[in-house]
């Protein structure tokens, strides 16, 4: 077991990757009454395009998939896996996310049990094509929900301009008519290729003793048997640099407008240190340029374009990424017009040191805000992972962070081929 | 054990809650203002926390504001409403690292303590009154946050099941405002309420983290001077249901939103709260509860189906979205299930599992600041002290004879479906 001290967090992170190529690693945190474990495989809704476990050929399976699947693994030949964490006072959930499924518990007695629960459940599937069928009405009322969910519609909108051909366009939930496609045989051919423990990360926080966890972890997996497995070759669609649709205006039930701003990310391939640098030195920026401080908020809210629920954020991963930015506004097309002039316009002058360093100032404060929460630890933690990086470097390389670095950055992002728009009117 | 240790201190009209823990790498504070849920000042009540939050003497704009409030290594500053019963509470929040881990050793949690003070007890004035620019951005932001309601449909519905269900309480206002009103708040109407917030209003301070007590404390009692006062209490009355009021309401939508409200006939004072709690555990808080199995997992009804208390209020409040045409099987399911209830249908082992989670949720609460807050302030709007191991103990001591007693005081007041366009049930 490795041990990793956090000084400047006053903590110690503990790693070990067992024999089977489970990765697991485990933060003791003393005075919390909850522990909270998730249990992450890589695959998410833009795997949808592989070869399956022992065969040649590439298949694509149904939209929807990874998040069907995930709701069918709680249910066994002969019960009700929620059921079991409740009788041992946990609270139980999933998310399907573009590139992750995780299972997780949260409790603050029967730690042991619960993660033995958890472990066992998501390593025995079980599917029929009666409880299949069944969970396809279930699925289904979840698909309407979020159709009604104009903020859903936006967010998803904006993607789908963005891009050609990559998967992230797709609906992680799929369509009621995709996932009418989706049998038990095509559940087990997805769980058999993106299941194996080589393929999945436990992180463990709370009140625990990490000698023992381990112990008990490693003896459970002795137990299981795990076929071989190499490389799993996913396949994606060569995606053209431009984006998709300059614009799209989604007419429905509401009375506000909204407005997102989406800038498609150039060449999206890094991963690692090269990654966490770009991710964080695009949030600066966006910091910069549209932060509370800014010029541009303060002229945005004081002309009545936007309110409260204004956001940006860049992410990526697996070759997509992209900054998404806007919220309800009283006039959409102002309000892009807007947005696109200051990203179009940024030039060097704009992004000084000293609003570097307050940015960076903010961006460190709300770091340790987050690592106030468990859940936030042990989600980012896995994220930053999967893409070989390591959540606790945040700060550090925040601090190295330069000047130069920023302006690059920004040179490089904010070009009219990669920006779009999504509008949500109200119909009439 | 001591699961929380809150000292409170009176300081004059306010009162100082501490909570010393080192789990944080932050200091949370968190302001919160309580009056009487009123017609007459709502909308005002709903603008003034957000006026103040605009901008301070010292910095003069929002944009100075905020960028002090980056410099203070991004400190968060926010504000809300919220129905606590027949109360309506503001509160102001701030989050802000603790030095402890960082390089810089500036003191910011006196630094976050004055600013929230002279936010509130000292804010810029022009002419004696809040600055004109301030009220009318804040009151184009407020207009928007009251519509947004409508917007989103699982909130619209939970909205429009109160209004029906409370038509003559105060509990039917909406803790946002209403745009009606919002036309004839000036700067002088705004600032002539504030003054009365400031003299009348019952006023908690809470500070959590790992600090240095006595400098909290002598910080608040120079900063934080405001008169003493009898703050304005509710005396709550449960209204008798004669018969059930069923509200169908079409709109373009695609799936329908199913709200049903319950008399509880319970509140958080009263002796038989936590079997209350427990009931609404098996019924429908939980995923292992009725509501779940019997609308989602055995009729593929819906992807939600859930209830929840209002603590303070003693409303039992379902929620599920569900297709238009099985609104009768929905209704039915639910109102069978909490026959079920009432007759004792339950086993020990739901018994267990529900009172092993309800504990659980209670334990995690408390390991947010936030959550902290939350738990605490129960007792100051109930003006009822409830120490956290009280609570888990009454829990484990609820029995079946108990949620027995209390399902029967529950009694269905109002249905209300959201459904499509031209749709016949």
Partial sequence: MEKIQLEQLQEELFHEKLPNGLEVYILPKSGFNKTYATFTTKYGSIDNQFIPLGKNELVTVPDGIAHFLEHKLFEKEDKDVFQDFSKQGAAANAFTSFTRTAYLFSSTSNVQENLETLIDFVQSPYFTEKTVEKEKGIIGQEINMYDDNPDWRLYFGVIQNMFHNHPVKIDIAGTVESISKITKDLLYESYETFYHPSNMLLFIIGPVDPEGILYFIRTNQEKKEFSEQSEIQREFDPEPEEVAEKKQVLKMNVQSSKCLVGVKAKSPSRSGEALLKHELSLNLILDVLFGKSSKVYEELYNDGLIDETFSYDYTEESGFGFVILGGDTPNPDELSARIKETLLNVNNSQINNEQLERVKKKKIGAFLRSINSPEFIANQFTRYAFNDMNLFDVVPTLEKLTLEDIQNVANESFEEKYITECHVVPKK | ?425
């Fill in chain 2, 1 to 425: 054990m001591k699961l929380i240790t809150e000292s409170v201190q009176k300081i004059d009209g306010i009162s100082l809650h501490t909570i010393d823990t080192d789990k944080y790498k932050t200091n949370t504070i968190v302001l919160k203002l309580k009056a009487p849920l009123d017609e007459q000042t709502l909308t005002e009540r709903a603008l003034l926390p957000y006026v103040l939050q605009s901008e301070t003497k010292s910095h003069p704009t929002t944009t100075e504001l905020r960028g002090y409030l980056d410099e203070l290594y991004g400190a968060t500053l926010n504000v809300d409403l919220m129905k606590k019963g027949e109360y309506h509470v503001i509160s102001i929040r701030m989050e802000i690292a603790n030095e402890n881990f960082l390089k810089d050793k500036t003191p910011l949690l006196t630094k976050a303590l004055t600013l929230l003070s002279e936010m509130v007890l000292n804010p810029i004035l022009e002419n004696g009154s809040f600055k004109e620019t301030t009220i009318e951005n804040e009151k184009r932001s407020l207009r928007q946050r009251i519509q947004a309601v409508y917007d989103d449909k699982m909130r619209y519905s939970n909205l429009r099941l109160v209004q029906e269900m409370c038509k003559n309480e105060p509990y039917a206002l909406h803790v946002n405002g209403r745009v009606e009103d919002l036309e004839k708040v000036t700067s002088a109407s705004l600032f002539n309420y504030y003054q009365k917030v400031i003299e009348e209003d019952q006023i908690d301070l809470y500070v959590i983290g790992k600090f240095n007590e006595k400098e909290v404390k002598e910080t608040v009692s120079n900063q934080f001077k405001v008169k003493n006062r009898d703050p304005k209490m509710v005396k709550l009355n449960h209204q008798n249901v004669s018969k059930v009021n069923e509200v169908i309401e079409e709109q373009d939508v695609k799936q329908g939103k199913l709200n049903m409200g319950f008399r509880t006939n319970i509140t958080y004072t009263d002796s038989d709260y936590h079997a209350l709690q427990v009931f609404n555990g098996i019924y429908g808080g939980f995923s292992h509860s009725k509501l779940f199995i019997n609308v989602r997992e055995k009729e593929s009804l819906a992807y939600y189906a859930a209830s929840r208390v209002e603590s303070h209020k003693g409303l039992l409040m379902v929620m599920s979205g569900i297709e238009f045409n099985n609104y009768e099987k929905a209704v039915s399911i639910i109102k069978q299930q909490m026959e079920a209830m009432k007759n004792g249908d339950f086993s020990d082992q739901e018994m267990s599992q529900t009172k092993a989670v309800i504990k659980n949720q209670l334990l995690e609460t408390i390991d947010t600041p936030q959550g902290i807050v939350e738990v605490l302030y129960h007792n100051v709007v109930a003006d009822k002290s409830r120490d956290l191991s009280e609570w888990l103990q009454g829990i484990d001591d609820v029995s079946k004879e108990d949620v027995v007693k209390a399902a029967n005081k529950i009694d269905l007041d109002t249905i209300y479906f959201l459904t499509g366009m031209g749709v016949n049930k």
